[in-house]
Nanobody
C-alpha cells in the first residue's frame, strides 16, 4: 500500500520561497508518476505539476500559473518528491496534495482521477 506523506507547508511572505516534500512507500517508486495538486478554500482541486516515472523519462510538466516559479524534483533513492516554490504569491495559498499514480499516460497527468494514492495535504499560506 502506497501512502504519501507531505511535509513542509507553512506561512510565508509574498515573494518568498518554500519547499514541500512527499515521501511515498512502495518498491515500484521509480515507475510512479508523482504530482502535486492544490485546493484553495472554496475552489476545486487544481493541477500544479507532475514528474513522470521511468517510463516517461522523469520529465516534468507544470500548470501555466506556476511555470518558471515552481520546480518538481524526485529522489528515487529516498522515495521522495519535492516541490520547490519561489516568488510565492497570495493566490498560491492553498492546501497542497501529493498524488501518486502508476501507468499514468501523458495526456492524463493533469487529471486528479489518474492518481490512485493521495497524501493528507499540507497548508501553504502566502501573506504579509
Amino acid at each position: 500500500q502506497v501512502q504519501p506523506v507531505e511535509s513542509g507547508g507553512g506561512l510565508v511572505q509574498p515573494g518568498g520561497s518554500l519547499r514541500l516534500s512527499c515521501v511515498a512507500s512502495g518498491s515500484a517508486f521509480r515507475s510512479y508518476t508523482l504530482a502535486w495538486f492544490r485546493q484553495a478554500q472554496g475552489k476545486e482541486r487544481e493541477f500544479v505539476g507532475t514528474v513522470r516515472g521511468s517510463g516517461g523519462g522523469f520529465r516534468s510538466y507544470y500548470a501555466d500559473s506556476v511555470k518558471a516559479r515552481f520546480t518538481i524534483s524526485r529522489d528515487n533513492a529516498k522515495n521522495t518528491v519535492y516541490l520547490e516554490m519561489n516568488s510565492l504569491k497570495p493566490e498560491d495559498t492553498a492546501v497542497y496534495y501529493c498524488a501518486v499514480g502508476g501507468g499514468v499516460i501523458l495526456s492524463n497527468v493533469r487529471n486528479p482521477g489518474a492518481y490512485s494514492y493521495w497524501g493528507q495535504g499540507t497548508q501553504v499560506t502566502v501573506s504579509s
